[in-house]
């Protein structure tokens, strides 16, 4: 059952008054500025920096606020905020994954955003992106910078093979033969994760559950077919054999930028590390374009990113502070100061500058965001590719046949979704 918000704000505001975990009433004095904690999930090597200085831009336009930043490891933080906001308290701010947004709300953690001056500008943010911070018709985040997936290439070993970025998943097996053929390097490399798999289901017109019909769609026809080209691609000449190892990212990720293999399905968020490698010392070398297409002739991309968010149980001052820190850091000087300083994606269009967009990388994503497709609003949609991250690697690796490996992983699914019919 959802919380109400004004009992979950004088639960967390006992609570706080006790913990030193960087809540509403952390660190404020009687007559001094509001402190704002923020728990950014970043990169704290290439991304943090550019946070900080922003919040240091903001401090000294709003001297009555200050922000405690902290960055938390992506891979802790739902959980870390999950059981800070159930019980000790939470951070006024939380950099949300667009997965956890609706999950968050759900539970009466995140304050509703409709109206407030954090969303004064709404129509500025691209409307799909606000459709996924979205639940039970509430806008529940602040989109902060998006993500999709896309065909990334190395231009030269393109030119040489005389072959052009694929549309569909055949053309791409063709130009992996030739690529082979010509300069003696595998022309893709595929990924075993779940959320790489998506694009194919998307090809074939389907997911892995249909959450309108409330149905787990993981087996069906469609879903089989998708799943069958994701595998046919780890066979054949010019295609790399499947990596189902912990490091399997690592090495996809350095065999790419090391000019080893000619592409790979990566998103927005490696453009850093792309020109980093040797491959791409020119920058220009980096080649982006749509997904291929399935069966369908349709090509479909998952959207990720982050939205920032406000939690429902800081007191009034802080969150009226704090929806201010957000309408700052989603401004588009902001936006635009964070696509240059990290090769993010803006969520915005007014911060595709032309100053951004001379970065080929991020001229290349967004190019690709019209395909990229938004999540249902279903607070455990994210949970759904933890049962095929574990089942994709058996089957890829030739451990599990594809309806073995399917069947299990809709089994798991189904526990997730108990009220979703298989």
């Given at each position: ?23 509403s ?64 308290g ?50 529940y ?13 190395n231009?030269?070993?393109f ?19 030739t ?15 779940a ?17 309108a ?12 077919k998708?799943y ?13 054999k ?15 930028v ?22 791409f ?18 090509a ?75 999540r ?15 089942e994709?690697?058996?089957i ?13 992983a809709?089994?798991a699914i ?9």
């Amino acid at each position: 059952m959802r919380r109400g918000i004004a009992a979950t704000a004088l639960v967390a505001s006992l609570a706080l008054a006790a913990t030193a975990c960087g809540g509403s009433d952390s660190g404020d004095s009687a007559d001094g500025p509001v402190t704002l904690t923020w728990w950014d999930t970043s990169n704290a090597t290439n991304e943090a920096p550019t946070y900080q200085a922003l919040i240091k831009d903001f401090e000294a336009a709003n001297k009555d606020i200050k922000v405690k930043y902290v960055n938390v490891p992506f891979d802790q933080a739902q959980n870390k905020f999950d059981t800070a906001a159930g019980s000790k308290g939470a951070p006024d701010i939380l950099r949300s994954e667009v997965g956890w947004t609706p999950a968050f709300a759900k539970k009466g953690y995140f304050l509703p955003l409709d109206g407030t001056e954090a969303l004064a500008e709404q129509d500025k943010f691209q409307p799909s992106l606000i459709e996924q911070a979205k639940y039970e018709d509430k806008v529940y985040g602040v989109p902060f910078t998006t993500d999709t997936l896309a065909l990334v290439y190395n231009k030269e070993l393109f030119e040489k093979a005389g072959v052009e970025a694929p549309k569909t998943w055949d053309d791409l097996k063709k130009a992996a033969a030739t690529i082979k053929d010509k300069t003696g390097v595998d022309g893709y490399w595929g990924s075993t994760q779940a959320y790489y798999a998506q694009t194919f289901l998307y090809g074939e017109g389907t997911d892995t559950v249909d959450a309108a019909a409330k149905k787990v769609t993981v087996t069906s026809p469609e879903a089989k077919k998708a799943y069958g080209t994701w595998l046919s691609l780890f066979d054949g000449k010019g295609l790399h054999k499947a990596d189902t190892t912990a490091d399997a990212y690592a090495h996809i990720q350095e065999a790419f930028v090391s000019g080893k293999v000619a592409s790979i399905v990566q998103g927005p968020w490696e453009i850093t590390n792309f020109y980093k490698g040797s491959a791409f010392k020119d920058k220009n070398n980096l080649g982006i374009a749509t997904v291929p297409a399935g069966s369908t002739g349709k090509a479909g991309a998952p959207t990720g990113g982050h939205n920032l968010s406000v939690y429902a149980g800081s007191n009034s001052a802080h969150q009226k502070a704090a929806l201010k820190f957000v309408n700052f850091m989603t401004s588009a000087k902001s936006q635009e100061t964070i696509a240059l300083k990290n090769s993010t994606l803006p969520t915005r269009d007014d911060a595709y500058t032309a100053e951004v967009k001379a970065d080929p990388g991020i001229a290349g994503f967004q190019g690709v965001l019209p395909a990229a497709q938004p999540r249902p609003a279903l607070p455990e949609y994210s949970s759904l590719w933890g049962p095929l991250d574990t089942e994709l690697p058996q089957i890829a690796g030739g451990k599990e046949s594809l309806d073995e490996g399917l069947g299990k992983a809709e089994t798991a699914i189904a526990k997730l979704v108990p009220d979703f019919a298989k």
